[in-house]
C-alpha cells in the first residue's frame, strides 16, 4: 500500500531478528526496541522542513541549516508504546511526550480507552504515535481518531512489525496518516496475534506474562 514505508536497512533487519527471538530476555529485548526505533527516527522524520542561519565556525561567518522550529509530540500507546520513546528522543530531545491508555478487549479486540494526556498544544505540533505492534489497527486507529477530535493535524504512525489487516484497516479509516514499520509480517491468527511476529510486545518488554 501507498501509505506505508517498510524499512530495509541491514541494521534495523540484524535487530528485528533479534527481537523475533523468543529466546530473547526482557533486558535485550528493551534494549533492542529502543535502538529499533532511534534507527526508525531518521526516516520518519526525514520531511522535516529546514531553515537558513547565519553561524560563526572558528574560522568565519557562514550560511547553514537548522530545523524550522516544527514541534514535535511523541504519543505512545500505553503500555507497549513506552519501549520507543527514548530511542526516539535520543533523535528528537526536544519532542514532548504525550500518553494514551489502551487495550484491547480479548473477546470483541475492540479498544478500550483508560488513560490520556497530552501536551497542551497538541494541535500545533507534528505527531509520532507509537505502538510496537499493528496487530488489528483498532487501538492505533483509535488513538489517531483521538489526536485528530483534538486538533491534530499532521500524524505519522511508527509500528516495529505490523499485519496487513492493521495496515487496511488504518488505510481506510485514516488515509492520511502514513505508517512506518521495520517489518510486514504475512497475517494474524485468530486471536489477533500478528504472525510470525514476536508475541505480546508489553509482556517481552516488562516481563510479565
Not at 496487513?164 to 517489518?183: Q, R, S, T
Request: hydrophobic residues 40%; proline residues 6%; negative net charge.
Amino acid at each position: 500500500m501507498d501509505n506505508v514505508t517498510v524499512f530495509d536497512h541491514p541494521m534495523i533487519t540484524h535487530k528485528l531478528t533479534h527481537l523475533r527471538d523468543k529466546n530473547t530476555g526482557s533486558k535485550q529485548f528493551r534494549d533492542l526496541v529502543s535502538e529499533i526505533s532511534m534507527l526508525m527516527a531518521y526516516e520518519v522524520t526525514r520531511d522535516l522542513k529546514l531553515e537558513e542561519v547565519e553561524i560563526e565556525t572558528p574560522m568565519e561567518k557562514t550560511k547553514s541549516k537548522v530545523l524550522a522550529g516544527k514541534k514535535i509530540a511523541i504519543i505512545p500507546i500505553l503500555r507497549a508504546g513506552l519501549g520507543m520513546v527514548d530511542g526516539m528522543l535520543n533523535i528528537l530531545p526536544a519532542a514532548k511526550v504525550g500518553h494514551i491508555g489502551l487495550y484491547r478487549d480479548p473477546e470483541t479486540l475492540e479498544p478500550v480507552e483508560y488513560y490520556c494526556k497530552l501536551p497542551s498544544d497538541i494541535a500545533d505540533r507534528d505527531i509520532l504515535v507509537l505502538d510496537p505492534m499493528l496487530a488489528t489497527g483498532g487501538s492505533a486507529s483509535a488513538a489517531i481518531q483521538y489526536l485528530k477530535n483534538k486538533g491534530a493535524k499532521t500524524i505519522k504512525l511508527v509500528n516495529i512489525i505490523a499485519a496487513p489487516e492493521g495496515v487496511k484497516l488504518i488505510h481506510d479509516a485514516h488515509p492520511d496518516v502514513p505508517i512506518f514499520v521495520a517489518g510486514l509480517d504475512e497475517k494474524l491468527n485468530n486471536h489477533g496475534y500478528i504472525l510470525p511476529g514476536l508475541g505480546d510486545a508489553g509482556d517481552r518488554l516488562f516481563g510479565t506474562k
